[in-house]
């Protein structure tokens, strides 16, 4: 979703999403950040932890939203002290991004093996104690 600078204050940003990209502000995301096709099950609240890109780099996240379902604000914090009140005007997008670097664990589909007698299980360590 794309939306410009409204005003820098201190480590806070104001956004107003565009208007040509309102349509798809208005249907929403989903959590691979896939465009709604239904608009009612758009809500705002969503883009709540989102991260602001600007020149494609990450300056800070979503923190509150102001306004109604129709038009609203998007409050965030900044993380790079490089964002100015100089700013305001430019262009900037907002994105779910993934910053979690741990992968899933797969199981194996393994047959389950009885263990041998060294490994006793956590009950017959804890009878040691």
Known sequence: MKGKILSVVQNS???????????G???GMNSKGELYTDGS?????KLLNY???YNNKSVGKISNLIGRV???FLV??????????AMVGEDIEILKQNRNG????????QPYKERDKKDTGWKNQIRRW
């Open 13 to 23: 940003i104001v956004i107003k999403t565009d208007i040509t990209d309102a349509k």
């Open 25 to 27: 502000a208005m249907n």
């Open 41 to 45: 099950k758009f809500n705002p609240n």
């Open 51 to 53: 991260e602001i890109l």
């Open 70 to 72: 129709s038009d609203f």
């Open 76 to 85: 965030g914090t900044i993380r790079d002290k490089g964002i100015t009140s």
């Open 102 to 109: 741990k992968k899933q664990q797969r199981w194996s589909n």
